[in-house]
């Protein structure tokens, strides 16, 4: 009897989530056409009110509703969407785990809905952290790209493995003191990789990368041929990645 209503309950939650897709999609599809008009009034109307100030004082009633319409229905419409996906993710997935714990016998999921809600909202902030994270690591590349083009005639000198550059002189042999990062970013994440963290961990998962990766190709009880070169490098990563080095890199 579990089995028969948690099959019904699954065909219900599909039935739902293509409905509530369906939805999306028609809004979607809604916004993006009164967006297009948006813009096309706005080009438009900076156009005429440009070369007569008073056109709209004699605007009929309707069409100044209509414009209104278009102005605010993008807005309205992107709420509603979220709304939908909010809906959407919380009650179809509270369904699933339902009805997978009476199809198996065995518990999946929360208990409550709103733990589905908790969940959703956690997920959301994630990826707008990793989209801000993104955001920032391509602004830092557009920042090295161009900087790197701006000094791009000027000679280095004092360079330091672990401070960078200390020093530069011009093409007119004009030299002066300079403190930057050029290659410590890149040099960071390498060493990262050597380890196998990402770029942003802190210090304690370092160290455990480091732990796990020195037990395995230690010398003495490693079989990898290139045991001795590979704990070299691996010890070389984690005196680099010092919580020094971590604070510099996370505030670049």
């Not at 209503?5 to 897709?21: D, M, V």
């Not at 709420?79 to 997978?100: Q, V």
């Not at 401070?163 to 300079?178: L, P």
Request: charged share 25%.
């Amino acid at each position: 009897m579990k089995i028969i209503f948690g099959k019904f309950i699954h065909s219900i939650a599909c039935a739902l989530n293509s409905i509530f897709n369906l939805l999306i999609n028609i809004l979607n599809a809604i916004v993006m056409i009164f967006e297009g008009l948006g813009q096309v009034l706005m080009l438009i109307g900076c156009s005429v009110i440009f070369i007569f100030p008073i056109f709209f004082i004699a605007l009929p009633s309707e069409l100044v509703f209509l414009i209104l319409l278009i102005a605010v229905v993008p807005f309205l419409g992107k709420s509603f969407i979220s709304l939908l996906r909010y809906g959407n993710y919380t009650l179809i997935e509270w369904m699933y785990d339902k009805a997978d714990s009476l199809i198996t016998g065995d518990k999946k999921g929360f208990d409550n809905i709103s733990d589905y809600a908790n969940k959703y909202r956690m997920e959301k902030e994630r990826e707008r952290r990793r989209k801000a994270e993104e955001e920032r690591q391509r602004q830092q590349e557009e920042f090295n790209k161009r900087f790197e083009e701006f000094f791009k005639g000027f000679s280095f000198t004092g360079y330091d493995s672990n401070e960078g550059y200390s020093g530069y002189r011009n093409n007119n042999g004009y030299k002066g003191a300079f403190v930057n990062d050029l290659g410590f970013k890149e040099k960071y994440e390498n060493y990262c990789s050597i380890l196998g963290v990402n770029p942003n961990a802190d210090q304690y998962e370092i160290k455990l990368a480091y732990r796990k990766l020195a037990k395995k190709y230690h010398p003495d009880v490693s079989d990898d041929p290139n045991a001795t070169e590979k704990f070299q490098k691996i010890n070389e990563a984690y005196n680099f990645l010092s919580q020094e080095n971590i604070k510099k890199y996370k505030n670049m």
